[in-house]
Every structure is written in structure tokens, then in C-alpha cells.
């Protein structure tokens, strides 16, 4: 294996090498690099971590001149995402400290007007995401006339996120005689097809076959259903370690949920995806970097977009829908010889594209038990989780949530009252006991009010004072032998309601009277007591 001494660059780029810590060149540098001194176009397919930046930057570089003032740039890269561009950017900047080059960095997320003023100051080297570029193209900030060496990175993701219609005007406007290097995990006809022809006479590097995985990299599988996923992952970073970690899942909603649960189980997590602003990813991937953050919670979109050194583990939380997105995921760790390993759960309705996945990397991944996963507590987690997501969307059952949580407190509320009530008759009964041993037993009996017969209340008149009326339609006397006139039918008397009047109470046989306030009797002199008034005055004449 060559040395990078060996390859034919100039001591200010070696010294360029040396700062950043290159030691000995991987096998995509040690072919590409001469190439590309010598001016040739270049196609070199390579798995992501292999090197590819430094195998195009470093040579690039080395024999690019310097722009004038308010031209440039002389050298373009374009890369599918904001993070890639940012970290090619960094390389850049790290090796024209030797060599004296501007670099200048545009991407979507952020300000036009800054990219604008580093443009018209002129630069030499220009990283780009394509639509920015194109945007800055169709403003008249962006020319692309001085351009002598083309770089299309990642170009097969390129053409999967639909830049084919950008990157072939931003081919256009370039210099038919410029050097062009395309750089891609794979090499296909699709490439090949919409950009290969582009190319004159490109020399092939080809170090990654299709398929191909890292020996260094250790692969299994956990079956799980899509509801214990969030219990599986947190017993898996409990066993297995959770530093520097990078979990992939398949959307941005799964990608936030996946994260919001590894913080509340304690876990220094961030999410990072294309709904994320250019700071918010910026940020996270430095926390990452730093160690601030142990677990990188991404999408697919950002699987290739993502140059992070030494990641121990990667963690497929759904596995991907394209059976070439695993070999990128998983290219993540394992890199440089470091061993690394990928745990992948696999959900029933995914059986598919495992089978797909291990066609194309031509192995059986073998299947892992997690020892400190308890499936019964999982799926206890799991219909907690239901329940509360459930009681947040669903307004009748919310309501219904609200009405069993009422019903309980008003239970327990009864409950204390019931609780406090009987101590305190207990507490009344031991004090009527005391009371009624000091006064010897006596008891005091109630007095009956007035107007109380039989234990009720009995309606009061004052007594009559002089004769009774004749009722209306009665004569008081009949004729000589005449038959005594009958008493005419009375109508029941009628209430304020309308109804007829209850019927006055009648005295008890055998009971006295109850005296009314005037002394007289409260009940109407009947024929029974008239008889007895005659008969009593007979006697005493």
C-alpha cells in the first residue's frame, strides 16, 4: 500500500494531510488521487466512509489556480445535502489553509444575502446544494463560466431526491472543457444513462460492489411487532451501550416520536431531518460529533448525508424500503477497521424487504435475543401508550376518560365523608354514655305541643257561638201532616286549587276533645250530643 508521499501531491498539501490527521491513504484515495492530478474525468463508485472527499479534494486542490476578484469560482461541488455540503466545506477549508484557496459554501435554509456578497468578492472553490444553486443561477449571483473542475458527489442520491432536471442545467452552464469527477456508492445505468455522458473518456474507480457490507461491521436482526419497538430499543441501548449511536427511522414523525421517548427514559437524544431548519441540524450533528449527544435519531433522506466519525452502533428502527439504503445506513459504523455492529427489529410487515436485503448483501443476517427485553411489560407499555394517544385524538373517548375521572373522585369523596361521619358518631355515643350515667339514668320527656291528638296534628276551630243556620234550601219546620222536607243535596265545597275539600277529622270514640284557644271544642256538636243535652235537662226538671 502506497503512501500519500507516493501519490505525486505537493508538500503544501501534504502538510495539508498531515493537520488532518490522515495517516495512510484508503484504497479510493490511493487510486482516484493520481487520476486526478493527471486531469483525467473520473466515475468512482465507493460505500459511504470510505474517503471519498479527500480523494477528490486533495488532488483538486493541488493544481486549481486563483480567481481574480469578483470571479470564481474555478472549482464546483455539488452534493445532495445541506450536512454534506457543510462538511466537504470543512475539508476545503482545512487544506487551503496550504494552499491559499477562498471557499465558499451556499445551501438552502439560510440567508440569500450573505452567499450573495461571498459570491460577487469572487471565491476559487464553491460547495453547493443543487436548488440554492439553481436559485442563485436564476438571480445572476451564481455564474458558472470560470469553472474548471466539475464535482458531482453523491450523485446517485442526487437523482433519487429528483435533481436530475437541476443538475443538468447546472452542467450547462458550465465549460464544455472542464474535468468532471462523479462520485457515487454505486454505479448503474441509470447514472450512467443521465450523467455518465457527460464525461470524456472517465477513468473507473470501482471499490464497493453492490452489495457489498464492511467486514468490521457485525449485523443482526430482532423481531418485534411495531408496538414494542419503542420498549425493544431502550432495552437494546441498556444492553448494549448508547454512546454515539445513530437510530434510522423511516419517517420524520416516527423519527421525532422515537426521540421524545429516549428523553424521557434519560437518554441524550436528538432528531435530524428534512423538516429540521439549517441550525437545528447544524447544531445536533455537532452535539453528535462532541459526544453532547449520545443517540442521532435520522431519516433515509439523510442516511448518505451524514459523515460522522467513529460511530459505534446503528440501530435500524424500521428498515429501509430500498435494499441499498441498509448498505448506507449500516456503512455509518465500522469504518477505518473499527468494528462496529447494526441491530435491525424487524416488524412482521417487513419480512419483505428483509429477504430483499439479504439478496442483495448475498448473507443471512442472524437474529439476536435482547435478554433484558420482558415482552409481557412491553405490551403493558404499549397499551398505556395506546390509551393516552388514543385520549388525545379521540374526543369522545377523551370525554369518556374525563367522565370515569370524575366519577372516581366522587367516589372517593364519598368514601372520606363516609369515613369521617362514623367517627364522629362513634365519638357522639361515647359522650351521650357519660351523660346519661351522671344524671342517674332520668330521661327528660318531651312536651307535646298544642293541637297534637294520636301523636299528629289535628286542624283547629274556634268554637260556635250562637245557633246554627238552616242550611240553604231546607225549611226549618215540616207542615201539620205534611212529611218532613229533606236537607237538599250540598256540593262538595271546592279548594283554591279547584279540588273538593278533604273531609274535617273526626274525633276518636271515646277520646276527648281537643280544647280549642277559645276553650271550645274543635269539632261540631253532632244529633248523638243534642240527644244527650235533652235528656240530661229532662231529667233535672
Not at 470524456?200 to 464492511?214: L, Q, R, S, Y
Not at 435519531?297 to 439504503?325: F, Q
Amino acid at each position: 500500500m502506497k503512501q500519500f508521499n507516493e501519490l505525486g501531491l505537493s508538500p503544501e498539501v501534504l502538510d495539508a494531510v498531515t493537520r488532518l490527521g490522515y495517516e495512510t491513504p484508503t484504497p479510493v484515495q490511493e487510486q482516484a488521487i493520481p487520476l486526478v492530478l493527471e486531469g483525467r474525468d473520473l466515475i468512482a463508485a465507493a460505500k459511504t466512509g470510505t474517503g471519498k472527499t479527500a480523494a477528490f479534494s486533495l488532488p483538486a486542490l493541488d493544481g486549481l489556480g486563483h480567481a481574480k476578484g469578483g470571479q470564481g469560482p474555478l472549482m464546483l461541488v455539488v452534493t445532495p445535502t445541506r450536512e454534506l455540503a457543510q462538511q466537504i466545506g470543512e475539508v476545503c477549508a482545512a487544506v487551503a489553509v496550504s494552499t491559499h484557496h477562498r471557499i465558499a459554501t451556499v445551501v438552502g435554509g439560510l440567508s440569500y444575502e450573505p452567499q450573495i456578497q461571498k459570491l460577487k468578492h469572487g471565491t476559487d472553490v464553491l460547495i453547493a446544494t443543487p436548488g440554492r444553486l439553481v436559485d442563485l443561477m436564476d438571480q445572476g449571483a451564481a455564474r458558472l463560466g470560470d469553472v474548471e473542475v466539475l464535482v458531482l458527489d453523491e450523485a446517485d442520491r442526487m437523482l433519487d431526491m429528483g435533481f436530475l432536471p437541476s443538475m443538468r442545467k447546472i452542467i450547462g452552464a458550465t465549460p464544455a472543457s472542464r474535468q468532471t469527477l462523479l462520485f457515487s456508492a454505486t454505479i448503474d445505468r441509470s447514472i450512467m444513462g443521465s450523467v455518465g455522458k457527460l464525461l470524456h473518456d472517465p477513468a473507473m474507480v470501482e471499490i464497493a460492489h453492490k452489495g457489498e457490507t464492511a467486514d468490521t461491521v457485525e449485523q443482526f436482526i430482532v423481531r418485534a411487532p411495531q408496538t414494542l419497538k419503542p420498549a425493544l430499543l431502550k432495552a437494546v441501548l441498556a444492553e448494549k451501550g448508547h454512546e454515539r449511536v445513530i437510530v434510522f427511522a423511516r419517517t420524520r414523525s416516527r423519527a421525532d416520536a422515537t426521540c421524545r421517548r429516549l428523553k424521557k427514559a434519560g437518554y441524550t437524544a436528538e432528531a435530524i431531518h428534512s423538516d429540521r431548519s439549517q441550525n437545528q441540524r447544524r447544531r445536533a450533528l455537532d452535539n453528535f460529533m462532541s459526544g453532547a449527544t449520545d443517540v442521532l435519531v435520522a431519516t433515509d433522506v439523510l442516511a448518505r448525508g451524514i459523515d460522522v466519525e467513529s460511530v459505534d452502533h446503528v440501530i435500524n428502527y424500521d428498515l429501509p424500503t430500498v435494499p441499498e439504503d441498509y448498505v448506507h445506513r449500516i456503512g455509518r459504523t465500522g469504518r477505518a477497521g473499527e468494528e462496529g455492529w447494526a441491530i435491525s427489529f424487524v416488524s412482521p410487515e417487513t419480512e419483505d424487504a428483509l429477504r430483499d436485503i439479504q439478496k442483495l448483501i448475498k448473507r443471512e443476517i442472524p437474529e439476536m435475543e435482547i435478554a433484558s427485553f420482558d415482552e409481557q411489560e412491553a405490551l403493558a407499555e404499549a397499551a398505556a401508550h395506546a390509551t393516552r394517544k388514543a385520549a388525545r385524538t379521540d374526543p369522545e373517548i377523551a370525554q369518556a376518560a374525563r367522565e370515569m375521572a370524575k366519577r372516581e373522585r366522587k367516589k372517593e369523596r364519598a368514601r372520606e365523608a363516609a369515613a369521617e361521619g362514623a367517627q364522629d358518631a362513634g365519638g357522639r355515643g361515647q359522650g351521650r354514655g357519660a351523660g346519661a350515667g351522671g344524671q342517674g339514668g332520668r330521661k327528660r320527656a318531651a312536651k307535646k305541643p298544642a293541637g297534637v291528638a294520636g301523636g299528629q296534628l289535628t286542624r283547629q276551630r274556634p268554637a260556635q257561638k250562637g245557633p246554627k243556620k238552616p242550611a240553604s234550601g231546607a225549611t226549618a219546620k215540616a207542615g201539620k201532616g205534611q212529611p218532613t222536607a229533606q236537607p237538599s243535596a250540598r256540593k262538595p265545597a271546592q279548594g283554591a286549587s279547584g279540588r273538593p275539600a278533604q273531609p274535617k277529622q273526626q274525633a276518636a270514640k271515646g277520646s276527648s276533645p281537643v280544647k280549642s284557644a277559645r276553650g271550645g271544642s274543635d269539632l261540631r256538636p253532632g244529633r248523638a250530643h243534642r240527644a244527650d243535652v235533652a235528656k240530661r235537662r229532662g231529667k233535672q226538671r
